[in-house]
């Protein structure tokens, strides 16, 4: 038996909301990359101490690196966990009006 009309439509339209958060947090996780990605070269060690016979630690870089990310990330966590929330809600009334529509068909049937 198919699932009726107005359950379908209303599966579809909780289904793209869902997908409307997931966009909404790649979003903000492709912008954290692209601010990340222009911070590098300020990130790198000057050149001038290798010329005197010191290598670059990488080490140093790394840790710049983490430290940046970190405080960008840190920046939009609030907004990273709301809608991780909303994301988890979501999942759970899709996944509640399945199983109510799967115990329908049984008892119909």
């Known amino acids: ?23 909404q ?9 692209r601010r990340m990605t222009a911070l590098i070269p300020r990130l790198q060690p000057k050149r001038t101490a290798y010329r005197c016979g010191k290598a670059p630690d990488p ?13 960008l990330t840190a920046e939009r966590q609030p907004e990273i966990d709301a809608l991780s929330r909303k994301l ?7 996944a509640a009006l399945r199983a109510r ?5 049984e ?3």
């Open 101 to 105: 529509q799967h115990l329908h068909h």
């Open 59 to 71: 080490e140093a870089f790394l840790e710049r690196y983490r430290s940046h990310l970190a405080a």
């Open 107 to 109: 008892r119909a049937a």
């Open 1 to 23: 038996m198919s699932i009726r009309p107005d359950i379908e439509g209303q599966l579809f339209r909780m289904e793209e909301a869902r997908r409307q958060t997931q966009r």
């Open 25 to 33: 947090l790649d979003i903000i996780d492709l912008q954290i990359i």
């Open 88 to 94: 988890a809600r979501q999942d759970r009334a899709i």
